[in-house]
């Protein structure tokens, strides 16, 4: 059974160029009506850019497909709830809704400044975090959904002069995690995808013959098959790229367990080795299965505060 989109409402930001494009003219291609989210400005989002999205959607409209473009700014609040409300006016639903839009200000901590920081953010957390409140109503209310987060190699493992782009990256794994849960029992599917692919963000540092093989078309093959009908996976975070496909997970020692009373520095000092033993690690999918190995309780908002 093939992968198709048809009647299904996608709405991609950052759709403009590299993986977003790829994205805007896959997901067209098998048959999705698109909204094409792109506010057109340069790297750092501090200088208006040409943006390809007209010339984009053109073609999809020549090819008999259906797409409209939206310029409204995904990290404030008002400008994602223009983009989710043009999927609504436009097609009458939204059924997937793609975080990809994102900027870089890149520099050492030492010189970076607080704006540069939090800019970045903006876009890539808070930008995600706005579109995915937007929808989720609409998500909740038609009982589906698929939600796709973009985190990166800088957020799972870190990269000097990414200290902010790293910390958004870092969060958009843990906000999926966390509405994954609440998506659950709504049928709403939230994954991550790590993309390994030639955008404008990686380009400086590729090889020519790197940059070939890292041709977005990978990453957007995974994209379409976690969004898709087909896939019930949820709360996954996917490394795509160059034909490379892995699950990546955040794993916990085994650890000791000790009485608290006797939890002092110098007992950490000499049991270290023992607390960080990678041997026999495990992941945990939620906070409640963390608290069940240590032996705690876990109560209920409400019981939480009687």
């Not at 098998?30 to 040409?50: C, F, H, M, W, Y």
């Not at 939600?147 to 870190?158: A, D, H, N």
Request: net charge negative.
């Amino acid at each position: 059974m093939s992968i198709r989109y048809d009647d299904r409402v996608v709405v991609i930001t950052g759709a403009g160029g590299g993986i977003g494009r790829q994205y805007t003219k896959d997901f067209a291609q098998r048959g999705a009506k698109i909204v094409a989210n792109d506010l057109g400005t340069s790297l750092d989002g501090q200088q208006p850019a040409e943006s390809p999205l007209a010339e984009l959607v053109d073609s999809i409209r020549a090819e008999g497909g259906e797409a409209v473009i939206s310029t409204d700014n995904i990290s404030t609040p008002e400008g994602a709830e223009a983009a989710v409300k043009l999927a609504l006016d436009s097609f009458g639903r939204i059924d997937v809704l793609i975080n990809n839009a994102g900027i870089t200000r890149n520099d050492l901590l030492a010189d970076m400044s607080p704006e540069n920081f939090r800019a970045v953010l903006d876009v890539h957390l808070f930008g995600s975090f706005h579109c995915t409140r937007a929808a989720w109503p609409v998500l909740q209310k038609q009982g589906y959904g698929r939600v796709l987060m973009t985190t990166s190699q800088s957020g799972l493992y870190g990269m000097e002069t990414h200290a902010n782009y790293s910390a958004a990256k870092a969060g958009l794994v843990g906000l999926a995690h966390a509405l994954s849960l609440e998506g659950q029992p709504h049928a709403i599917n939230v994954n991550t995808i790590c993309p390994m692919a030639t955008t404008r963000m990686s380009e400086d540092f590729l090889t020519p013959e790197m940059a070939e093989r890292m041709r977005p078309s990978s990453v957007s093959a995974m994209a379409m098959w976690l969004c898709s009908d087909q896939c019930t996976e949820t709360d996954q975070v996917i490394e795509a790229g160059m034909g490379y496909f892995a699950k990546v997970l955040t794993v916990e020692a085994p650890g000791i367990i000790i009485d608290p009373a006797i939890a002092e520095p110098e007992y950490l000092r000499d049991h270290f080795a023992a607390i960080t033993d990678m041997t026999d690690a495990a992941n945990f999918r939620s906070v409640a299965d963390f608290l069940e190995k240590v032996g705690g309780r876990v109560f209920s908002p409400a019981q939480a505060t009687t």
